[in-house]
Each structure stands twice: as C-alpha cells, then as structure tokens.
C-alpha cells in the first residue's frame, strides 16, 4: 500500500509559467516533508522541506504547501525554467516503531519547454 | 565538502553471481541508508543504519540482501546469487543523527544490471 502518492508520473509546463507538483500521504505520523530533485544518472538532490507545524516554506522560486487536513502538499516552481526539468519526488517521514522511517512517492517527471 | 558517494557507478553481473556495493556517506553523518530504484519506480527503501547498528532492516527483499556498516563511515551492500529482478540503480543517502526530521543527501548511485 502506498503511503505517499504522487499521482501525476508527468508535467508539460512553458518556460515562465509555474509549475505545481502534487503529492499526498496516507499516514498522519508523518511529521516532515521534504522534496527532491533527481536529473538522468544522478542521486536525487534536496531542494526544500517543511514541518507539519507550518503550512507554507519559501526558497526562492521553490515553495512548498502543507495541508495537514487534507494529508496533501505541493511544489510551486514559479517561473519555472528550462533547467528545472527533472524527476521530482516528495517524501514524507516521521516516528514508528521506535525509528525514524522516510518514505518517498513514485516521482512527477517534470519538463519545462523553452 | 565531500558528498555521499558511491562505488562502483555501474555493474554487470551475471545471474547467480554475487556483488558487492558500497558507500561512503558524508563524514560525521550518523545515519545511513540505502534504496533501490527499478527502472520506471519510485525510491524503495531497504536499510537504514543509525552508527553501525541497523535498527530498521524492513525494506531489504530477501535474505540474499545484507548490509553492514563500519567505524560510522563506509557501508557495503551485498546481494548474494543475484536474479535478474535485482537489477536496478542502488542509492545511498546519509543524514546528520537520523533520529528525526532530518535532510537525507544522496550519492549517485550503482547500476546494477544482472544478465
């Protein structure tokens, strides 16, 4: 069962316009969230995270939302450049079982057209 | 600083045949943990490691998979009599302590691809 979704395998978003990444969870023990970025034959690299006590964290042209009620969060890229085509995966983490568990959704394949 | 890395960044083995992963996580990271990503799939999670003890080993497929982690620092993965539904690209992440919220950094990974 998957814990953490993201039901869009892909995105087509013009140069300048912004992009919004979709990501929900299934369990409310997740209490960080965070995002990242993955190009071809790479490791994925961090790129923004926030905690289940605010709803909204900034980073330049990066924002990430949290709706707690609705166990849902995004990304806003916004303008969203050439560069910033990659694969993006949300993770979500918190305690069970004693240890500190991290679960990452499928990925949204993201594709900026110049 | 140095990031994670990962040796080797590719592999080809044959079926049956063992092989040998390894990281090396950022230095005076505490937590370490490795995922497989099969070709079209999501990050799927198979060990992590808080110092060298490994207090979460639910994600590892089969007991042909082990990991172990010394002095802290470098960490091996071993697939032993590997089947061609191992291929996949192998990824290591290490954090700070691991213990809770925490920013996982990740290596490139290994391409394992058995024939």
């Known amino acids: 069962d998957q814990q953490v979704k993201q039901n869009s395998p892909s995105l087509s978003v013009q140069e300048g316009r912004i992009s919004i990444l979709n990501c929900d969870y299934t369990?409310?023990?997740?209490?960080?969230f965070l995002w990242y970025k993955k190009y071809p034959a790479e490791g994925p690299t961090f790129l923004i995270s926030?905690?289940?006590?605010?709803d909204k964290n900034e980073d330049g042209r990066f924002t990430v939302f949290l709706n707690k009620s609705a166990k849902h969060l995004s990304l806003h890229i916004v303008p969203s450049q050439p560069g910033d085509s990659a694969v993006y995966f949300c993770a979500a983490s918190g305690r069970e079982a004693g240890t500190y568990k991290y679960i990452f959704g499928t990925g949204t394949r993201l594709k900026v057209l110049a | 600083g140095a990031g994670v890395s990962q040796s080797p960044s590719n592999k080809v083995t044959e079926k049956g045949k063992d092989v040998e992963l390894r990281c090396d996580p950022i230095?005076?990271?505490?937590?370490l943990y490795w995922y497989r990503q099969r070709l079209g799939q999501g990050l799927e999670f198979l060990i992590y490691f808080q110092g060298n003890s490994a207090p979460d080993k639910s994600g590892l497929p089969s007991d042909r998979f082990s990991a172990e982690r010394t002095g802290e620092s470098v960490s091996t993965l071993t697939i032993q009599r590997t089947q061609q539904e191992d291929s996949a690209v192998y990824l290591c992440?290490?954090?700070?302590w691991g213990a809770g919220p925490d920013t996982q950094y990740f290596g490139p990974g290994t391409r394992l691809t058995v024939l």
């Open positions: 230095s005076g990271h505490t937590a």
């Open positions: 992440a290490s954090s700070l």
């Open positions: 926030i905690s289940s006590i605010k």
């Open positions: 369990n409310s023990m997740f209490d960080y």
